[in-house]
């Protein structure tokens, strides 16, 4: 069965350091999708960063880039330059037919 | 705005009340998915259309439960006979599996539902 595992629930980073925010996935299919979303108090779901299994590089958006491992089955989300605004729960999740399989999340908190 | 929306954003309902929410997806999109979310949970799949076809349904998704898109656009999810259960985000997303980076879904703000 397919599942994405978040180990760390929380997560506190002072401002302005990089953080890494860890996720290993399960699946048999040769071929899927990694997300990353962030969740901010507000409630909705911002999608972050994509990687597919069969891209060669590892994914970057801006100040998001994933570190992809394949044969390791990990998927971790990269945050450089960690901002106030950056304070909100964070979800890994893989994409398997028409639906997503999420992770727990993890809440991380910028410190000033 | 062109992204995906939701409305009530929030809603108050006593229980045993019906509840619909509607959604109307990104307009390009064929694909449209509901998902519950409560506090301190990932989100659960509900159910999932392609164009005005509702393909999946979770058991999760109870026979007091219906979601519909009747012409492939906007879609309404109805809770019939709210139970305090039910109290939870319901998240509505959309995709296309044309973009370029994967079947990406983008979600709505979702709606809050409290059941008192």
């Known amino acids: 069965a397919q599942k994405i595992t978040q180990t760390q629930p929380g997560m506190f980073v002072q401002e302005k350091e990089a953080v890494t925010l860890d996720c290993t996935y399960d699946?048999?299919?040769?071929?899927?999708?990694l997300f990353w979303y962030k969740q901010p108090s507000s409630g909705e779901m911002i999608f972050l960063i994509y990687q597919g299994s069969y891209d060669q590089q590892n994914a970057t958006e801006g100040r998001y880039s994933l570190n992809f491992q394949k044969a390791r089955k990990s998927a971790n989300l990269v945050i450089s330059a960690s901002q106030l605004g950056d304070s909100a729960m964070y979800f890994c999740a893989m994409d398997s037919n028409y639906q997503l399989i999420w992770g727990a999340g993890t809440k991380l908190i910028i410190k000033p | 705005d062109t992204g995906v929306s939701q409305d009530p954003r929030h809603k108050i309902t006593k229980r045993g009340q019906n509840v619909t929410f509607r959604c109307d997806p990104i307009?390009?999109?064929?694909?449209l998915y509901w998902y519950r979310q409560t506090l301190g949970q990932g989100p659960e799949f509900l159910t999932y259309?392609?164009?005005?076809?509702?393909?999946?349904k979770s058991r999760l998704l109870s026979d007091r439960f219906s979601a519909e898109r009747p012409k492939g656009s906007f879609s309404t999810l109805e809770i019939q006979r709210t139970e305090q259960g039910d109290s939870a985000m319901y998240l509505c997303a959309s995709s296309s599996p044309r973009q370029l980076s994967g079947n990406t879904i983008y979600f709505g703000e979702g709606s809050w539902l409290t059941v008192v």
């Open positions: 307009s390009e999109h064929n694909r």
């Open positions: 259309f392609q164009n005005e076809a509702q393909l999946e």
């Open positions: 699946t048999s299919d040769p071929s899927y999708g």
